[in-house]
């Protein structure tokens, strides 16, 4: 009976503890801030994962070396869920409870992030730019959650208006991805043609990790598409273009931006010369890049061994619009006082030319824009500006 | 003797819990143990289907994905999380005895294969019936909650879960004392010769995959509520492998095994990333590191315990 009591006073001691602590702002101390990061660094979209990460360590570390935020230094703390909402409840609740993160940053995959924004947002934690085209992720507005990828359904819209009115195409197909990434895709695709009156004409999906395409790419020949809309990543938009092209099918095909990406001409080489696709943040090339831009290649390079890649920017703006905000809301840094800065920001295009991103009271949704881009001599090339 | 097997394995995860809320934090120990019980709800199944009636199941996610959407559904439509349940786990039953169906033709591997293609068909269906399912867009499910109460906390969602477990636990120890474990258990040692002592082969196995798919199915229903967010890619192949390698780490002759395999699937992947914290900093960076040590630490149980963790402990 005694050791029960004992059990129960050492429980109840740990429970106190644990209260006593969250009178304080979590994740802020004097020395430093803790910003969490569910990622997969380990599931489908491991590509994506680790160049973010190392995007957001490299702005975190510059930031700690120019003396910290207020003399705070940032730790970023990582941890892989795998693409598993399973996994990422389970890092959430490590990140919010025992590391506690002041904020978490571009958690990675929609069943992820579905699964651990309730979580974050129930602990008073910031929920910030995380990588899934799910609505949930700003609407409705919470004074807690900001996104600032383009949601494809926007941005798709306005490339497949933009390229169907540019190139006078009449019969536009799509080939997505049967999830929520590719249903998405397709109301923007359908949304596009729907302003200029023009139907789609075919649509044929893939399960995710589909290496074989030619079923698809056959019945949307026998459609007699003049542009294939890709709601693919980088392996399937290979696929395609080289299946289509190994049949002698020289059909245009647009991509969005999961499949923007240097992995996609490195990979396809010839057979994806010619690709339109959609940039939200373009590709860093060292060539031709400007003197700013190829300090900074270098500088990741010698960091990390690696050439960056767009997820490498993406991961770093990311970082530099975490760092910028807490800077500008002072010392006495709170998730209130740290939201109602980025509501007030304006991050105006940077070395990268990544587009403007832009906060208000009731808008959490930073960017609505992409931009046509186009392999061409085996890179891609940007030919219009963000389309509206 | 038969309290001292009831008693010690209690201690046993009383004390676990005890430590893990010390050194980890009471929300995150909690948080921890919801999930490690909902998984050994589910992984149940597969120790009733592949432990006592000796049939090979590839595919028990999807009867998780059936209670998991049950539950969803009903509750969108307004009815209680609790009254909801047994709905689920009557969905993940009626799946389990759908999947047994080819049993009567085809045996050993090949049937483990048509309950593999059974997993397929399902979660194809979630994803093709959008106007059910919502698709690969996935479902937003509500707390559980009960009369205005809402278990917001991870000790309340612990508790329940415990409760549940507890529950199936008794029921699962009744059911195998009884003369449908006693044919289970004939059919997995020879089915011709339980045949042959005027059991019904056929019909044992669908019961049980009746029994082993409604306690998925109860799992999967927890699971909902505690996720926040189903979608049909959560209950794929690898889930389903996942609940097996879960039976077989814990042992699949015994209920207790379900129990210790979860805790060493789900617990044991957080407990390395909690150590891993305390590595410098290059190796806590490597991607895919929890992975492999979670790798080398299934393969040192498979080695050191090739019957499961549960083997000689408790029923």
New interface residues.
Partial sequence: MKALRRLALALSAVLAGASAHAADVAGVSAREIVVGHVSDLSGPIAMLGTPVRDGMLMRFDEANAAGGVHGRMLRLVVEDAGYDPKRGVLAARKLVQRDKAFAFIATMGTPVVMATMPVVLDAGRLHLFPFSPHKATYEPLHPLKFQNFAPYQDYMEAATRHMVERGDYRRSCLLYQDDDYGQEVMRGVEAGLGKLGRPLVERTGYKRGATDLSSQIARLRAADCDLVVLATVVRETVAAMAEARRIGWQVDMLVTASGYSAQTHELGGDTVEGLYGVSVLPHPYAEGANPRLAGWIERYRARFGVAPNVWSVMGYTLADMFVRTAEATGRDLTPAAFARTLERIEFAGDDFGSPAYRFSADDHLGNRHGRLAQIRNGRWELITDYLR | MRRAAVLRPLLAWTLLL?LA??S?????AF??AT?VVTYAIAGLGVVIIVGQAGQIVLGQGAFVALGAYAQALLVQAGVAPLPALPIAAAAGALGGALASLPAGRLGGLYFGMSTLAFALIVEELL?RWESLTH????L?VPAFGLAGWTA?T?AAQAAISLAVLLAVLAVCARLLASRLGRAWRAVREDEAAAAACGIAPAAAKLRAFAVGGALSGLAGGL?AH????I?P??FGLVFSFELLMLAFIGGTRRLAGAAWGALVV?AM??LI??LR?ALPGDWA?S??L??MLFGAVVVGVVLLRPQGLADGSGR
Avoid at chain 2, 24 to 28: R, S, W
Wanted: hydrophobic share 50%.
């Fill in positions: 005890a809320v010390a980890l934090g009471a929300d995150f948080g921890q999930l994803v698709g690969a867009a996935g937003v917001g991870p699971y505690w996720i926040g967010f979608s890619e959560q789900v992947p957080q990333a909690v914290d960076r991607a895919g929890e992975l």
